[in-house]
C-alpha cells in the first residue's frame, strides 16, 4: 500500500507550483501598471537622495552614509514648515494657487535646512579629516559616527514616535491608465523629481561651478593647480547633495505622510543601491538606478508580496556587486585602460 500512495503524492506536487506561478504571472498582469506607477513614484525619490551619494563620492571618494540623516533633515524641516504655515492633521487639503505656493514654500525651506545641514556637516567632521591626510576609513567611520548622532539628536528632542503630516492635497485620480488610478500627489512627486535632476544635470554640464566639480572629480589636484578651489568645490558639492534631500524629504512626506528619527535609514540604503547600480560618481547613473529599483521593487513584492519588497534592494545590491561592480554607466577597469 505504500508504494501505491506514492506516486500519488508525487504527482500531485507539481499541481500547486503551477498553480503558484500562474497566479503570481496573473497578478504581474493585471498589477502592472499600478506597480509600475508606484515604482516610478518612489523610484524618482530614490534618485533624488541618490544624487548626493553620487555628487560626494565622484569628488572625494567618500561614501558619506550620513547622506540618509541629510534627507531625515528634510522631513522634519518639511513638517515643521507646514506646522509654521498654519497646516494642521485633520484640516481640509489646499487647492489651486495657494496649494502651489504652500509647496513651494515646504519645499524651498527644506532643501536650504538641508542643504546648509550639509555644509556644516562638511566643515566639522569632513574637512578636519582630508587636511590631516586621514585614511579613507576614518572618514568611512566619521560618516557611519554623524548618522547615529544625528538619528540620537532627533529622538531626544522629538521622541521616537511616528509623526504624522498634515494632509494639504487631495490624493484624488486624475485619470485611469490601462486599469492604474494615476493620483495627483504621485504625479507631483515625479515631476518635481525630474524637474530637479535635470535642472542639476545641466548645472554639473553647463555652468562655471559644475566644471569646477567635474574637474576636481577628475583629478582634484591638477584642478587646485589649474585654480580651482578644491574646498569651494567640496562645500558645493554637499550644499548641492542636501538641496536635493531636502527636495526628496518634502515628496516623501507628501506621498507617505510620515516623519520618524531614523526615517533615513531604510531610504538611504535603497538611494546608495541606486546610487551604486547606476555607477556611483555618474550623475545619470544615479537617475537611472533609482528608478530602476523603484520599479524592481514594486514589481517584485507585486509577484511575491510587499513583505519581500525591502529584501530586492539588497539583492540588487549584492548582484550588481558580483557582475557589474562599476554599475550600469560606470566604466569598467578594462575601458578606462
Known amino acids: 500500500m505504500t508504494h501505491g500512495r506514492a506516486p500519488q503524492q508525487r504527482g500531485a506536487l507539481p499541481v500547486p507550483k503551477e498553480r503558484a506561478i500562474d497566479f503570481c504571472v496573473n497578478c504581474l498582469r493585471h498589477q502592472f501598471w499600478p506597480s509600475t506607477f508606484d515604482g516610478l513614484t518612489v523610484g524618482a525619490i530614490y534618485a533624488l537622495i541618490a ?9 572625494l571618494r567618500l561614501i558619506n552614509f550620513a547622506h540618509s540623516e541629510i534627507f531625515m533633515v528634510g522631513v522634519f524641516a518639511s513638517l515643521f514648515t507646514m506646522h509654521g504655515l498654519g497646516a ?15 509647496l513651494l514654500a515646504v519645499m524651498l525651506v527644506a532643501m536650504v535646512v538641508s542643504g546648509f545641514t550639509a555644509m556644516a556637516m562638511e566643515r566639522i567632521a569632513y574637512r578636519p579629516l582630508r587636511r590631516r ?3 579613507r576609513l576614518a572618514a568611512l567611520i566619521t560618516a557611519i559616527g554623524m548618522s547615529l548622532f544625528l538619528q540620537e539628536v532627533f529622538a531626544a528632542r522629538y521622541g521616537r514616535d511616528q509623526l504624522g503630516f498634515p494632509r494639504v492635497m487631495k490624493k484624488s485620480h486624475l485619470f485611469k491608465f490601462q486599469g492604474a488610478d494615476i493620483r495627483i ?28 566639480i567635474r574637474a576636481t572629480a577628475q583629478n582634484a589636484e591638477t584642478a587646485q593647480l589649474m585654480g580651482v578651489n578644491v574646498d569651494r568645490v567640496v562645500l558645493l558639492t554637499f550644499l548641492l547633495g542636501g538641496i536635493l534631500a531636502g527636495a ?8 507617505y505622510e510620515s516623519a520618524q528619527y531614523n526615517i533615513g ?31 524592481l521593487e514594486n514589481w517584485g513584492s507585486t509577484v511575491l508580496g510587499g513583505q519581500w519588497k525591502d529584501v530586492f534592494a539588497f539583492t ?13 554607466l560606470g566604466e569598467s577597469a578594462r575601458e578606462r585602460a
Open 248 to 255: 526628496a524629504g518634502t515628496l516623501y512626506g507628501l506621498f
Open 316 to 328: 540588487v545590491l549584492v548582484l550588481v556587486l558580483m557582475f557589474r561592480p562599476t554599475g550600469l
Open 133 to 135: 591626510g586621514a585614511p
Open 88 to 102: 494642521k492633521i485633520g484640516q481640509d487639503p489646499r487647492t489651486g494657487i495657494g496649494l502651489i505656493a504652500f
Open 185 to 212: 500627489d504621485k504625479v507631483v512627486v515625479i515631476v518635481a523629481a525630474l524637474v530637479l535632476m535635470i535642472a542639476l544635470e545641466r548645472f554639473v554640464a553647463r555652468s562655471r561651478l559644475g566644471r569646477g
Open 265 to 295: 535609514f531604510l531610504p538611504g540604503i535603497k538611494a546608495f543601491t541606486a546610487a551604486v547600480l547606476g555607477g556611483i560618481g555618474n550623475v545619470r547613473g544615479a537617475l537611472l538606478g533609482g528608478i530602476l529599483l523603484g520599479l
Open 51 to 59: 544624487l548626493g551619494y553620487t555628487l560626494v563620492y565622484g569628488v
